[in-house]
C-alpha cells in the first residue's frame, strides 16, 4: 500500500518560497505520476503541477513560471519548488500518486488513487 509524506509547507511573505518535498513509500517510485494539488480555503482542491513517471512535466496557468516540480528517483521523492509566492497561493498543499504505464499525463485529481495528508502553505500579504 502507497504512502505519502508532505513536509515543508509554512508561513511566508509574499514574494517568497518554499519548498514542498513527498517521499512515497510503499510502491516502485519510478513507476508513478506524481502530483501536487492545492485547495484553496473554502474552495474545491485543484491542480498545480504533475510529472509523469517518464518525466513529463504539466502545470496549472496560476503557477506557471513561478513553480517547479521535479523528483528525485534515488529518494523516492518528488519536490514542489515554490516562488515569488502570492496571497492567492495560500493552500493545503496535497502530494498525490498513481501508478502507470501510460504515456499520458493526468491532471484530475479522481485519477490519483493515493494522497498525503497535506500540508499547510500560508502567504502573507
Known amino acids: 500500500q502507497v504512502q505519502l509524506e508532505e513536509s515543508g509547507g509554512g508561513l511566508v511573505q509574499a514574494g517568497g518560497s518554499l519548498r514542498l518535498s513527498c517521499l512515497l513509500s510503499?510502491?516502485?517510485?519510478?513507476?508513478?505520476?506524481m502530483g501536487w494539488f492545492r485547495q484553496p480555503p473554502g474552495k474545491e482542491r485543484e491542480f498545480a503541477a504533475t510529472i509523469s513517471w517518464r518525466g513529463t512535466i504539466l502545470y496549472a496557468d496560476a503557477v506557471k513560471g513561478r513553480f517547479t516540480i521535479s523528483r528525485d528517483n534515488a529518494k523516492n521523492t518528488v519536490y514542489l519548488h515554490m516562488n515569488n509566492l502570492k496571497s492567492e497561493d495560500t493552500a493545503v498543499y496535497y502530494c498525490?500518486?498513481?501508478?502507470?504505464?501510460?504515456?499520458?499525463?493526468?491532471?484530475?485529481?479522481?485519477?490519483?488513487?493515493?494522497w498525503g495528508q497535506g500540508t499547510q502553505v500560508t502567504v502573507s500579504s
Open positions: 510503499g510502491g516502485t517510485f519510478t513507476r508513478y505520476d
Open positions: 498525490a500518486a498513481r501508478w502507470s504505464s501510460a504515456y499520458t499525463t493526468y491532471r484530475m485529481s479522481n485519477e490519483y488513487p493515493s
